[in-house]
Nanobody, 129 residues
């Protein structure tokens, strides 16, 4: 059974940092997460957008607005997907979601929400200016 549970959201001032974590179950093969994993966010009144994704081979991709500030990583020892967010800006305020394309699925260049099969419940990030 697949399951994604996010944590780590909160309120921070602009310029600050937060680390989001997502414990993933149901995607492990040979002790490694075998799925394209991604972080998405949705601000009030806006569409959900891809923030970063990581493939099972470690390839990482970021949306331009977070390049150089956010780092996505996989900790296969803990079945956890992380998002280190530095130099946060007010425009980073949103609900952040962890998502998986599905067991055995590579990213194949996609960071479109509709191509990700499984989702966590979300964790709120609020950045005050």
């Amino acid at each position: 059974q697949v399951h994604l549970v996010e944590s780590g959201g909160g309120s921070v001032q602009a310029g600050g940092s937060l680390t989001l974590s997502c414990v993933a179950s149901g995607y492990t093969q040979s002790s490694n997460i075998n799925s394209c994993m991604g972080w998405f966010r949705q601000a009030p009144g806006k569409e959900r957008e891809g923030v970063a994704r990581i493939d099972s081979d470690g390839t990482k991709t970021y949306v331009d607005s977070v390049k150089g500030r956010f780092t996505i990583s996989l900790d296969n020892t803990k079945n956890t997907l992380n998002l280190q967010m530095n130099s946060l800006k007010a425009e980073d305020t949103a609900m952040y979601y962890c998502a998986a394309r599905g067991f055995g699925w590579a990213c194949l260049g996609s960071m479109v929400p509709s191509s990700f099969k499984d989702w966590g419940q979300g964790t709120q990030v609020t950045v005050s200016s």
